[in-house]
């Protein structure tokens, strides 16, 4: 099991539409919307690392709507 974060800035007044298309991606298990440096946060979740990364190079990052991203891959220890 692969889990990451990816902190998503979105262009101004975008927020709402990234996150409603966020929630159609299969892979992505929840999200919120942030008040600071980010304007929302996704929790991305597959089977392995390989399709984990493909879902957000892929299809969160091209999304239209944001901005910028910054991804955050959990490890097991």
Excluded: H
Excluded at 7 to 32: A, C, H, M, Y
Aim: aromatic residues 8%; charged residues 30%; glycine residues 8%.
């Amino acid at each position: 099991m692969a889990i990451g974060f990816v902190l998503i800035t979105t262009k101004p007044g975008q927020e709402k539409v990234v996150r409603e298309n966020l929630e159609k991606i299969d892979f992505v298990t929840s999200g919120w919307i942030l008040f600071g440096e980010y304007d929302l946060i996704a929790r991305v979740q597959a089977d392995d690392e390989f399709l984990l990364t493909r879902c957000i190079v892929e299809e969160i990052r091209p999304m239209d709507g944001i901005a910028d991203t910054k991804t955050l891959i959990g490890a097991e220890l």
